[in-house]
């Protein structure tokens, strides 16, 4: 069993920049992939990036890839997204996931944090 909490969401304008964290707790380490997801009002949740348990390979989805950056430090329990770049259509609940193949469906992932807001005005 796996705990994940995300936070580090707020009220930003168009342009800006965001760090997201994902601590986890339980049984954690290296053991998980990890990914971003995200979901807009009246919008099915959709994936961001993902990154593989040793970092060694990572995926973004098209819509975010050059401006987001995914990380993770095993030592911390904990994955990031670096978002920059933000746009109004980033604005989103972003959550964290955890799962054993690194994959764009939200069914690859066995773990879910609550979320945290993300709002970018224009």
């Known amino acids: 069993q796996v705990q994940l909490v995300e936070s580090g969401g707020g009220l930003v304008q168009a342009g800006d920049s965001l760090r997201l964290s994902c601590a986890a707790s339980?049984?954690?380490?290296?053991?998980?992939?990890m990914g971003w997801f995200r979901q807009a009002p009246g919008k099915e949740r959709e994936f961001v990036a993902a990154i593989a348990r040793s970092a060694g390979s990572t995926l973004y989805a098209d819509s975010v890839k050059g401006r987001f950056t995914i990380s993770r430090d095993n030592a911390k329990n904990t994955v990031y997204l670096q978002m920059n770049g933000l746009k109004p259509e980033d604005t989103a609940v972003y959550y964290c996931?955890?799962?054993?193949?690194?994959?764009?469906?939200?069914?690859?992932?066995?773990?879910w944090g609550r979320g945290t807001q993300v709002t970018v005005s224009s």
């Open positions: 339980g049984r954690t380490g290296s053991s998980y992939v």
């Open positions: 996931a955890a799962g054993y193949v690194i994959a764009y469906s939200s069914n690859g992932y066995l773990y």
